[in-house]
């Protein structure tokens, strides 16, 4: 018979949140390329008597095989290659200032500073800034063979193995990543539907958020490829006009929620056939079995459904009508110059960029005083943990904490039981594979799955054996202190900067939103981005409230009292869009008056919540003529207020 713990024993919910590992589909393509690209250099450097440049070059894949996530081909270069760039560029600095005391301090330093102000452009430059450090220390702490070239030769080389296997079917599967993308967004879509209607909200809302993501995902990679074609391309052009023409789609399902009346099941059916035809490149006519629309949801719904039919079985597409819903991207250049204006005048990027640069120098400066050995590893650490666009620092800290123990306790069987040679081959073939299977799971899956793979390697240098594990350990923690000491402690930032400012600008967001919808003059083409970027930021915000929510009181006992006013802002803008789907399918527009009144309440909560650090009383005093297609707005609205209070 089970028992419940008593009240004293329970974990805390922050606690629980952060050892819950998340469900997520292992890529079996990244787990084959992991293996080879890390055992393959161990085999060819024993095979040639350098087993010190096998694991050089096996280090190297490392980085890649971390940075191996994107599926768009033309994704994965800049993922791998751009990374490996800037990592071999650190290596080659760090291996400069070796041996040189405080001046290697000083440059380390240096290299942190930049490296953190460059790591918040974006993904590709968080990976960048990442491996310039890391290699960077690597490369102050570790003596690596002469001459200064061969080291960061061989590091890259590793990388760049990674990235060629990555690209070995790109000839016969091009685009297929991208179809793939397109057609899971219709499948969510179709899901969507499934649920609209009935009493099944949180599934409902839960599919909501996935045809988001979905919907992320998809332009990012369209996008992505596109950004040096300029729209000439035949196949991305096509795939991004059926991904635009789902937004009718997914704009009709909140309309059909709140209608009350599930749909029938004919409906998803369709949309999984076009599906289909979207992920094989299926052109030809496909037979919609649709019933007959009998009111203004039904006509929304079937008409975006046709809509979307025609879109997919129309073989030619004009590039110059095509609108990409978030504004088609500006030149390389352009936006290069754009991203170093940015990092330069941004506040955030040197708030970040000094918060790393002080936890280095304090390691850097730590370990030239007092002998530790290994000591590059307590930087390896903090270059990990304080990494805030990962996660929050402080789950970070905890997780490499607890990840490096369960890597230890498989690191000491393997460096006690495989002698030196070529049994490190298949043991690598093993435990590499690992990294990207663990890595979705969560941090401290990925800690554990890495840190033996680093304690083979670090042996096959300098083969210490098991006298690696205490000082790994010893480290780590070390590390992990620095990080929530000097990079999270010191620095509070206020609730109301981090979190409170992001959800009133949504809000702000979401008015401006209500105003464009019902506006005189309709763009839909512009309501339609407006809709996109909206949700997205609130992807955004959603996803820093969960961060929020595994850290200690008082910061996760914040996020748990605001939450319920994110998921709320969220049904605002779904209400809105419903009402604008009726309204484009013969509903009486509403008046002038009534958007302006629902415009003025969500500025006012808009301010309210930019004020605030914790929820205050909010006046919901909203009505307005019976009958009228706002009224589930209004109703939005003022359980939104109603939220901003104290419970």
Not at 107 to 130: F, H, N, Q, Y
Not at 385 to 392: A, C, M, Q, R, T
Not at 407 to 433: K, N, Q, R, S, Y
Not at 605 to 627: F, H, I, K, N
Request: aromatic share 6%; charged share 15%.
């Amino acid at each position: 018979m089970s028992r419940e713990f008593p009240i004293g024993l329970t974990p805390p919910d922050w606690l629980v949140r952060n050892l819950r590992p998340q469900q997520a589909p292992v890529n079996k393509a990244a787990v084959a390329r992991a293996a080879v690209a890390m055992a393959l250099p161990l085999a060819i450097g024993l095979a040639t008597g350098y087993p010190a440049y096998g694991a050089l070059a096996s280090m190297g894949a490392l980085s890649g095989v971390i940075g191996d996530t994107a599926d768009a081909y033309r994704l994965r270069i800049l993922n791998i290659a751009v990374p490996q760039l800037f990592g071999a560029v650190g290596v080659t600095l760090g291996t400069l200032v070796y041996g040189h005391g405080w001046y290697a301090v000083v440059a380390v330093t240096g290299v942190a500073l930049l490296s953190g102000m460059i790591s918040t452009i974006g993904a590709v430059a968080s990976v960048s800034g990442l491996l310039l450090l890391l290699n960077c220390v690597v490369g102050a702490g570790l003596p690596l063979p002469r001459p200064w070239w061969l080291a960061p030769a061989l590091m890259t080389g590793g990388g760049l193995l990674v990235l060629l296997l990555a690209l070995l079917a790109w000839p016969v599967r091009s685009g297929v990543p991208e179809r793939t993308a397109v057609a899971a967004t219709y499948r969510t879509a179709a899901t969507l539907l499934a649920v609209a209607g009935t009493d099944r909200t949180e599934e409902y809302d839960d599919a909501r958020r996935a045809v988001t993501q979905s919907l992320n995902q998809s332009y990012d990679l369209i996008l992505g490829r596109r950004a040096r074609q300029h729209g000439r391309s035949v196949e991305p052009t096509r795939l991004l006009a059926q991904l635009n023409a789902i937004t009718p789609v997914v704009e009709a399902a909140p309309a059909a929620h709140l209608a009350g009346r599930p749909l029938p099941q004919r409906i998803p059916e369709a949309l999984h056939h076009l599906a289909q035809a979207v992920e094989t490149g299926y052109t030809g006519p496909i037979a919609l079995d649709l019933p007959v629309p009998v009111t203004e949801t039904a006509r929304a719904v079937d008409h975006a459904l046709r809509h979307t039919a025609e879109v997919v079985t129309t073989p030619d597409v004009d590039p110059r009508g095509i609108d990409d819903r978030l504004g088609r991207p500006a030149a390389l250049g352009i936006r290069t110059a754009r991203a170093a204006r940015n990092v330069v005048l941004s506040a955030n990027s040197w708030r970040y960029g000094l918060r790393l640069a002080v936890c280095i120098g304090i390691a850097q400066a730590l370990v030239s005083l007092i002998p530790v050995p290994r000591s590059y590893w307590v930087a390896l650490t903090i270059t990990f943990v304080l990494k805030p666009d990962f996660g929050s620092v402080f789950s970070r800290a905890l997780l490499r904490a607890l990840g490096t123990v369960a890597g230890l306790v498989i690191a000491a069987v393997v460096l006690a039981e495989v002698p030196l040679g070529w049994w490190d081959v298949p043991v690598m073939l093993v435990l590499a594979p690992l990294i990207p299977a663990l890595t979705p799971r969560g941090y401290g899956y990925q800690t554990a799955a890495i840190t033996p793979v680093i304690l083979l390697l670090s042996h096959i240098l300098n083969h210490q054996g098991t006298a690696l594990l205490l000082p790994r350990l010893a480290d780590s923690l070390l590390g992990c202190a620095i990080a929530l000491t000097a990079g999270y402690l010191l620095w509070p930032e206020s609730w109301r900067t981090r979190v409170g400012d992001h959800l009133a600008d949504a809000v702000a967001d979401t008015a401006t939103y209500v105003e464009t919808a019902f506006a005189p003059a309709d763009d839909p083409a512009a309501r339609a981005r407006m809709r996109r970027r909206l949700y997205r930021d609130l992807s955004v915000i959603r996803t820093e409230f969960q961060r929020a929510l595994t850290e200690p009181p008082p910061t996760g006992r914040r996020a748990a009292a605001w939450w319920p006013l994110v998921v709320a802002v969220e049904r605002i803008v779904d209400a809105t869009t419903a009402a604008r789907v009726r309204v484009g399918h013969g509903a009486q527009p509403p008046s002038t008056a009534e958007v302006a009144q629902i415009s003025l309440q969500l500025r006012e909560l808009s301010e309210g919540v930019r004020d605030a650090e914790t929820l205050t009383p909010v006046r919901t005093d909203l009505a307005g003529p019976a009958g009228s297609v706002l009224e589930p707005l209004r109703q939005e609205v003022a359980a939104a207020r109603s939220l901003a209070s104290p419970h």
